[in-house]
């Protein structure tokens, strides 16, 4: 569970799939593109105008009004406004590749989302931080000390909680997912079917016909609308309103089965991930109700790149093709004592997990804000902030997980399928000071320091020396590999905290596909549908599964 926004999700290469990143206008028609890049140009003349000269305002909104005259005539106004003019006027750059698993404080969380998003998100199209947030687009300055809004989330996925409180819902969920009356049919199209029933039962411990018809609905649409992208698609615009038209909906219902919960009104509240998140909220200055809301909303997005994931693995385990490697791998491990570490800091089944998720890479990137500088140099502020131009336009940096995971600087031979290669990187318990002043820093530079848990357990919440949240239950720490060459789940304060969580499922599904003797294949179908299985992912729906008779 990878809940870094990337522009793309990133999913095998020999997948036919339809991709949208957020700042790419390379499919828009010539003459749409023209008018863009020409708006652009008078901008940027302006810039060059002698320094006696009083500034003009460029004609970019003539330019943006007949750029609307391409736009479909039956799109809602609001939404070609908040929607698909920022689309066209946002920018996602591509940052470096870290050498240490870190990213700097300026390249920020804060509001990091394409600005078209943010009318799925609130009824005012733009950032409403009192009708709740997430921790995912609060920068760290606004997440109370030592990144607290990050750890109190995070203890509702630490690894102790896995076995006794969630691992049965997810295997009884592949169980389902993987009966043999779904054998030899297109797999992506029924995953989507089952998969609200997983994601509401972790979440609140609801499923089947506890989960209305419109909260599945919402949650489709969301994904819809992440997986396509362009705005301007048809598909892309009905399922962005009925997301808008559906999120009070959803709202109100997850408020009250929070009162359910809370009020201990549903059966074993302890086994969803809001029942940790209601506890470790102390005082809610961090963590408020409202932001319990969004977070179980926001999810969609975090989530949704278990569709990646899953269609990945098969991709890889798939007999006609597939990866002969991984094949050969998942053949080793499973034969050996795959669930004892003997000593190691993860079992032979986390580590070829953790290296099918930096091979696939099911979340491409982990974006951040960026701000123009100009204003406090010497080339002076921005055409919007100087010249009082009606469209803002919003610049993010994309720091890569992808292309970092494949960095000859920080593997020998990053392009090998080779599970064992964490166990020669460090872990986060053991970036210590010692460690950070070993690799030529003079400390840490993230305060090392552990929050208790509220909720009875005897689990804290520290994190390492480059400021990788990580959980010690008991004494004993549960790490996670803080190596810059193992990126999916991105870096630093910035990591993912469902990682761990993740891990375990997938390692799951690995079990009962070596139990079951289950093998993937290519079903060979003459039009297969088109299923979203992902940010910026959709797929051909063509592989299926089969089973020992």
């Not at 330019?63 to 609307?68: G, H, N, V």
């Not at 919440?461 to 239950?473: H, K, Y």
Request: net charge negative; proline share 8%; charged share 20%.
């Amino acid at each position: 569970m990878s809940v870094q926004h990337s522009p793309a999700a990133s999913i095998p290469a020999d997948t036919k799939c339809k991709s949208g990143p957020a700042d790419s206008i390379g499919m828009i028609p010539i003459e749409r593109r023209a008018l863009l890049l020409g708006a652009a140009a008078m901008t940027a003349g302006s810039l060059c105008s002698p320094a006696s000269a009083k500034p003009e305002a460029p004609d970019l909104s003539g330019a943006l009004e007949k750029f609307r005259t391409t736009i479909p005539g039956h799109f809602d106004r609001d939404y070609i406004e908040n929607a698909v003019i920022p689309f066209y006027l946002g920018s996602v750059f591509a940052g470096e590749r870290p050498i240490l698993p870190m990213i700097d404080l300026p390249l920020t969380k804060q509001n990091a989302i394409p600005y078209d998003f943010w009318g799925m998100l609130y009824d005012d199209w733009k950032p409403t931080p009192s009708e709740g947030v997430t921790v995912f687009l609060e920068g760290l300055e606004n997440r109370g000390d030592n990144n607290l809004r990050k750890r109190i989330y995070f203890s509702g996925v630490t690894p102790d909680l896995y076995v006794p409180k969630y691992q049965a819902k997810v295997v009884a969920f592949f169980d389902k997912l993987l009966d043999p009356k779904n054998a030899g049919k297109p797999f992506m199209r029924h995953y989507l079917d089952y998969y609200w029933d997983i994601y509401w039962d972790l979440h609140l411990g609801l499923k089947g016909e506890e989960v209305p018809p419109q909260v599945r609905a919402i949650g489709e649409s969301f994904n819809t609308v992440l997986a396509y992208r362009n705005p301007l698609d048809d598909i892309v615009y009905e399922n962005y309103m009925a997301v808008r038209a559906l999120r009070p909906f959803l709202t109100k219902w997850i408020d009250a089965k929070l009162d359910d919960i809370e009020k201990g009104r549903v059966s074993e509240p302890e086994k969803t991930i809001a029942y940790y998140w209601l506890k470790n909220a102390g005082d809610g200055k961090y963590f408020a109700k409202r932001d319990v809301i969004f977070e179980c909303f926001h999810n969609f997005v975090a989530f949704s790149q278990w569709g990646n994931s899953i269609f990945g693995i098969m991709n890889r385990l798939n007999q006609n093709g597939g990866d002969a490697a991984v094949r050969a791998s998942f053949q080793t491990t499973m034969s050996g004592d795959f669930d004892n570490a003997k000593g190691a800091p993860y079992t032979p089944l986390e580590l070829l997990v953790m290296e099918l998720f930096r091979t696939i890479s099911p979340n491409g990137g982990s974006i951040s804000a960026i701000t123009d500088t100009r204003s406090s140099s010497f080339y002076g502020g921005s055409p919007f902030a100087e010249l009082g131009l009606p469209y803002e336009r919003h610049s993010y940096m994309n720091t890569p997980h992808t292309a970092t995971s494949f960095d000859k600087r920080l593997w020998q031979e990053p392009y090998r399928f080779d599970p064992e290669r964490y166990l020669s990187v460090p872990t986060s318990a053991e970036i210590n000071e010692e460690k950070c002043k070993l690799v030529g820093l003079p400390h840490c530079p993230f305060d090392i320091t552990t929050l208790p848990v509220s909720d009875g357990r005897k689990t804290g919440i520290t994190n390492s020396g480059f400021g990788t949240v990580f959980a010690v239950q008991d004494g004993k720490a549960a790490p996670v590999c803080d190596y810059a060459g193992f990126a999916p789940f991105g870096f630093g304060y910035r990591r993912c905290p469902g990682e761990q969580l993740t891990i375990d499922v997938f390692a799951d599904f690995l079990r009962k596909v070596w139990r079951d003797k289950i093998v993937f294949h290519t079903l060979g179908q003459p039009n297969p549908g088109r299923v979203p299985v992902g940010p910026g992912a959709v797929i051909d729906d063509d592989i299926g599964f089969s089973r020992p008779t």
